[in-house]
């Protein structure tokens, strides 16, 4: 089944034209994504390891994310991404965006959540997810150097601002 996205302007304005995920969009417009960091009381984040079998970064560290489906707001993906991919409900008490990041054709709000998860009873979704892990911002930078993380552009940023509460 096809997964349809609003799209937005620059000014993160709805168009009120929605597209089919992998539908090329047209100069100006854009689609949300969420990227969702889960930070414990220890200052270590919760992140997981991609399926080998995913088009994007296979067998690679990463963050919590997607794109917020037709329908969605940011907070309404970022509780169905952290469902759907780790089994667990995100507090949205203690959520909030650190920062956006524009893209050629996304625009990525960053959510930092600072919540203790326990993480043996995350139930991964296997199409997509094959490990979790908590790891410290020195342990992700050195994962990212090594190749073994995805390179988010921002993380030197959301490391300095995201400290612990």
């Known amino acids: 089944?096809?997964?349809?996205?609003?799209?937005?302007?620059?000014?993160?304005?709805?168009?009120?034209?929605?597209?089919?995920?992998?539908?090329?969009?047209?100069?100006?417009?854009?689609?949300?994504?969420?990227?969702?960091?889960?930070?414990?009381?220890?200052?270590?984040?919760?992140?997981?390891?991609?399926?080998?079998?995913?088009?994007?970064?296979?067998?690679?560290?990463?963050?919590?994310?997607?794109?917020?489906?037709m329908g969605d707001d940011s907070a309404a993906a970022c509780v169905r991404e952290t469902k759907e991919e780790?089994?667990?409900?995100?507090?949205?008490?203690?959520?909030?965006?650190?920062?956006?990041v524009f893209r050629e054709k996304s625009i990525s709000d960053v959510w930092l959540i600072r919540q203790n998860?326990?993480?043996?009873?995350?139930?991964?979704?296997?199409?997509e997810v094959s490990a979790v892990k908590w790891a410290t911002a020195e342990e992700i930078l050195s994962m990212a150097n090594r190749g073994e993380f995805v390179h988010y552009r921002y993380l030197q940023e959301l490391f300095a601002s995201a400290l612990p509460a």
């Open 86 to 100: 780790l089994g667990i409900i995100p507090d949205m008490e203690k959520a909030e965006i650190a920062f956006t």
């Open 1 to 69: 089944m096809p997964e349809f996205w609003d799209v937005y302007d620059r000014n993160r304005n709805k168009t009120g034209r929605t597209a089919i995920r992998g539908e090329k969009l047209a100069p100006g417009e854009f689609h949300l994504v969420v990227h969702i960091w889960i930070m414990n009381s220890n200052g270590e984040y919760l992140i997981q390891k991609r399926a080998p079998h995913v088009k994007g970064f296979p067998n690679m560290w990463a963050t919590t994310g997607g794109a917020a489906v």
């Open 117 to 127: 998860v326990d993480i043996t009873k995350c139930v991964l979704q296997e199409e």
